[in-house]
């Protein structure tokens, strides 16, 4: 079984920072997607930002210019630099990969065991 391991959750004061990291394991055949989603209380897991193979990258709109995703290949690992946090980015946030454990294998999306992000007021 793959597994994602998330670091970097914490409480912060409005306005600050903080930054993410997901890796998967290096002996994985290959990575098509890397995101981030958050899932707040109450609320449904949404998307925060994702990156493929090509680097082409996308956001929720609640977040563009204050997020930014990054992906390190040569580590399996994907990063998320959050500035300017506000009091609703509060969340569980998940970090998701669709990948390919081993060449015979399928296609598969895992995700990691959520960070808590706080964001106080």
């Known amino acids: 079984q793959v597994q994602l391991v998330e670091s970097g959750g914490g409480l912060v004061q409005a306005g600050g920072s903080l930054r993410l990291s997901c890796a998967a394991p290096?002996?994985?055949?290959?990575?098509?997607?890397m995101g981030w989603y958050r899932q707040a209380p109450g609320k449904q897991r949404e998307l925060v930002a994702i990156?493929?193979?090509?680097?082409?990258?996308n956001y929720a709109d609640s977040v563009k210019g204050r997020f930014t995703i990054s992906r390190d290949n040569a580590k399996n690992t994907v990063y998320l630099q959050m500035n300017n946090l506000k009091p609703e980015d509060t969340a569980v946030y998940y970090c998701?990969?669709?990948?390919?454990?081993?060449?015979?294998?399928?296609?598969?999306?895992?995700w990691g065991q959520g960070t808590q992000v706080t964001v106080s007021s």
């Open positions: 998701n990969a669709r990948l390919k454990a081993t060449m015979n294998r399928g296609w598969h999306d895992y």
């Open positions: 290096v002996s994985i055949f290959s990575i098509d997607t």
């Open positions: 990156n493929n193979s090509g680097g082409n990258t």
